[in-house]
């Protein structure tokens, strides 16, 4: 745990409440996996895609798997916000109004989305080991 950054831990809470979100009123008395037909598939893989990364930052020693997963969640994340927006803006149930759970959809999706972004910015990494050494070169003389 002490490997983990900003940026996993908010990836890992935006995917945490993208799962729980799913299941609030969107539309209605409707909650997201009943009101969605495919997005909420699309949203459920991109939350276990965001629970990922801080699960592969805190157990492997390569940074070449969180690096990856950090990608991928800056790029599927904001797949996830447009999606969250475009049924923000056309509702697919007539004569519902948009719940809360829409709304805290689209925060957890810029959780996921903004957790991949600073993940991938700080490179530093927590308890982890040290780098190696600069090697100490005597000045050039000059001719």
Do not use: H
């Not at 900003?6 to 539309?27: K, N, S």
């Not at 598939?41 to 690096?67: D, F, K, Y």
């Amino acid at each position: 745990m002490r490997r983990l950054r900003l940026g996993e831990w908010l990836a890992g809470a935006g995917g945490l409440g993208m799962l729980i979100v799913l299941a609030l009123p969107w539309y209605g008395d409707a909650s997201g996996f009943e009101s969605l037909s495919v997005i909420d598939i699309l949203l459920v893989l991109v939350a276990l895609l965001a629970l990922s990364l801080p699960v592969l930052q805190a157990t492997r020693r390569s940074p070449a798997l969180p690096v990856a997963a950090a990608v991928l969640c800056v790029a599927f994340g904001f797949i996830a916000v447009l999606l969250v927006l475009f049924r923000l803006i056309d509702e697919p149930r007539d004569g519902y109004e948009v719940a809360f759970g829409a709304w805290l959809g689209l925060v957890a999706a810029l959780g996921i989305t903004a957790g991949g972004w600073l993940s991938l910015a700080n490179e530093r990494v927590p308890g982890g080991p040290p780098g190696p050494a600069p090697e100490l070169r005597p000045a050039p003389l000059g001719s």
